[in-house]
Antibody
Framework: QITLKESGPTLVKPTQTLTLTCTFSGFSLSTSGVGVGWIRQPPGKALEWLAL???????RYSPSLKSRLTITKDTSENQVVLTMTNMDPVDTATYYCAHWHRVGGYYFAYWGQGALVTVSS | SYELTQPPSVSVSPGQTASITCSGDKLGNKYTCWYQQKPGQSPVLVIFADTKRPSGIPERFSGSNSGNTATLTISGTQAMDEADYYCQAWDISTDVVFGGGTKLTVL
């Protein structure tokens, strides 16, 4: 059974750096073809892809946010960490991590419950 | 940057067929999938690789993708299908892209 869970601060101040951790079970990020991604959703708005990290440490970022994002993995701890710098109120959103599947299609097969992050002074 | 366009809303009567479109340049050349999201819940994959249904997804959900348009079709729509639906595409040049979402209302 694959599960993912996001953790991190619920409130950050403008200009601060956000660090979110995705802790997962039921799969290994050392298995060929596997990836973990981050997606966010502002209240009442659409999903927005942020970043992906693959089993081979290949990292992909949304072009519009690339300069602010860093994604890393700790395979031994089954964790993926996303950092986003220079937070702004418009970054207020629910942040999801999800298992990325790339065999027979390319999609997020399993999602975490999401973590609401509010950016406010 | 690559964009996917969905209608903001679609309405359907119970038992009828709902079609939700997703448009993008040469979308038929990319792998497309669909997610269902109900209020307060995480998205759930309902279609992947254009036409395939994950285990546990009812047969009334189907998908197609050709030219510039992918379509999610829900046959015999039920009240429980009322939700937001998002298309998502991937290819090696654009990575992951989501559509703007469509609110399906079952009247």
């Amino acid at each position: 059974q694959i599960t993912l869970k996001e953790s991190g601060p619920t409130l950050v101040k403008p200009t601060q750096t956000l660090t979110l951790t995705c802790t997962f079970s039921g799969f290994s990020l050392s298995t060929s073809g596997v990836g973990v991604g981050w997606i966010r959703q502002p209240p009442g708005k659409a999903l927005e892809w942020l970043a992906l990290i693959y089993w081979n440490d290949d990292k992909r970022y949304s072009p519009s946010l690339k300069s602010r994002l860093t994604i890393t993995k700790d395979t031994s701890e089954n964790q993926v960490v996303l950092t986003m710098t220079n937070m702004d109120p418009v970054d207020t959103a629910t942040y999801y991590c999800a298992h990325w599947h790339r065999v027979g299609g390319y999609y997020f097969a399993y999602w975490g419950q999401g973590a609401l992050v509010t950016v406010s002074s | 940057s690559y964009e996917l366009t969905q209608p903001p809303s679609v309405s359907v009567s119970p038992g009828q067929t709902a079609s939700i479109t997703c448009s993008g340049d040469k979308l038929g050349n990319k792998y497309t999938c669909w997610y269902q999201q109900k209020p307060g819940q995480s998205p759930v994959l309902v279609i992947f690789a254009d036409t395939k249904r994950p285990s546990g997804i009812p047969e009334r959900f189907s998908g197609s993708n050709s030219g510039n348009t992918a379509t999610l079709t829900i046959s015999g729509t039920q009240a429980m299908d009322e939700a937001d639906y998002y298309c998502q595409a991937w290819d090696i040049s654009t990575d992951v892209v989501f559509g703007g979402g469509t609110k399906l209302t079952v009247l």
